[in-house]
Nanobody, 125 residues
Framework: QAQLVESGGGLVQPGGSLRLSCAAS????????VAWFRQAPGKEREGVAA????????YYADSVKGRFTISRDNAKNTVYLQMNNLEPEDSAVYFC??????????????????WGKGTLVTVSS
């Protein structure tokens, strides 16, 4: 069964770091564009980072630029999101999504082929 599974969320103090993982099974993630989205209570889902499939080009929302880094390890069929200098406003459920069309690179959820179930990130002192 093809699926994405996120991990690495948790409780961290402001200024701290977390690394999220998005592991694929049942399909080869290398052939997909992958984006990380997040959704806080009462807010819409928003894209935060994306990575292309062939050139590995990366894209970031302005709110996380300079703090978050997206990367992929094709040998492990996994995409990562390194989050540094976390702020309380970063608290949300983080989801990864994969698509072949490429719309995820523009943070559009319209053509996502696979979604993970999410991992909760809480930034609080």
């Amino acid at each position: 069964q093809a699926q994405l599974v996120e991990s690495g969320g948790g409780l961290v103090q402001p200024g701290g770091s977390l690394r999220l993982s998005c592991a694929a099974s049942g399909f080869t993630l290398e052939y997909y564009c992958v984006a990380w989205f997040r959704q806080a209570p009462g807010k819409e889902r928003e894209g935060v980072a994306a990575i292309g499939r062939s050139d590995g080009r990366t894209y970031y929302a302005d709110s996380v630029k300079g703090r978050f880094t997206i990367s992929r390890d094709n040998a492990k069929n996994t995409v990562y999101l390194q989050m540094n200098n976390l702020e309380p406003e970063d608290s949300a459920v983080y989801f990864c999504g994969a698509d072949t069309y490429g719309s995820s690179l523009y943070f559009s959820p319209a053509n996502i082929d696979y979604w993970g179930k999410g991992t909760l990130v809480t930034v609080s002192s």
